[in-house]
């Protein structure tokens, strides 16, 4: 199997863990640390163990956290291009886009379902059903922030990116003015679609605040 950018997170978690072992055998009396900061309970608790064992440790729990959300969000993925019927590319990443915006206050807004089905069936040309994006927007991610949308950073045009944004602005837009959880929301996919502030700024002057 070719060494891709995808294969780099497990490379770094494998360094980070080895650098946690090789530390874990330095006795915590061999460099005097001074751990006043920390609560006596927890000074007790981590007396056996060196800082540098405790930093790896902590980095890998953060490397592995990073590297499970990254699987998870992928298969989530795999399961919306099923739903849908759309191979990779900026039809699809149009119609994710979009289910990802059909929600607010913790369940899916009708109001942005059906204004999300109108601009899919004239945008992609498929006929797809409420069915099909309900269930799409069932497997969207809900925890919204940096990396959500840097899968659709590549194989698109300026043109077909501000498509996906214009898109996804618009079922936000459906039911009132943007939301603080909307302009967050935006951020990430302007983010995520590599948009520069001169995209942006004409098309922010048209938002309702």
Same mark, same amino acid.
């Given at each position: 199997?070719?060494?891709?950018? =995808? @294969? #780099?997170?497990? $490379? ?22 001074? *751990? ?13 163990? /060196? ?9 890998? #729990?953060? !490397? ?5 959300? *990254?699987? /998870?969000?992928?298969? +989530?993925?795999?399961?919306? *291009?099923?739903?849908?019927?759309? /191979?990779?590319?900026?039809? $699809? ?34 006929? $797809?059903?409420?069915? @099909?994006?309900?269930?799409? !927007?069932? &497997?969207?991610? +809900? ?7 840097? @899968? ?8 077909? &990116?501000?498509?996906? $944004? ?8 459906? %039911? ?10 935006? =951020? ?7 948009? &520069?502030? %001169? %995209?942006? *700024?004409?098309?922010?002057? #048209?938002?309702?605040?």
């Amino acid at each position: 199997m070719p060494i891709t950018r =995808k @294969h #780099l997170p497990l $490379f770094g978690l494998g360094l980070i863990a080895a650098w946690t072992t090789l530390a874990a055998g330095v006795e915590a009396d061999d460099l005097e640390v001074d *751990r006043g900061f920390l609560p006596p309970g927890t000074r007790g608790l981590l007396s056996e163990y /060196s800082m540098g064992a405790l930093l790896g440790a902590m980095l890998t #729990l953060i !490397a592995v956290t990073l590297i499970v959300v *990254r699987l /998870s969000r992928g298969q +989530r993925r795999e399961l919306r *291009r099923e739903v849908l019927g759309l /191979s990779e590319g900026p039809r $699809f990443a149009v119609v994710d886009a979009m289910v990802h915006c059909v929600w607010r206050g913790g369940e899916i807004n009708e109001d942005r379902l059906a204004r999300a089905l109108q601009i899919a069936r004239e945008a992609i040309g498929m006929d $797809f059903s409420e069915a @099909h994006l309900r269930e799409a !927007a069932l &497997r969207a991610d +809900r925890l919204i922030g940096p990396g959500t949308f840097w @899968h659709m950073r590549d194989g698109m045009t300026r043109g077909e &990116r501000m498509v996906v $944004f214009n898109a996804a602005l618009s079922v936000l837009l459906e %039911d009132g003015p943007l939301t603080p959880g909307d302009r967050a929301m935006l =951020k990430s996919l302007s983010r995520g679609l590599r948009l &520069r502030r %001169d %995209d942006l *700024r004409d098309l922010g002057r #048209l938002i309702p605040q």
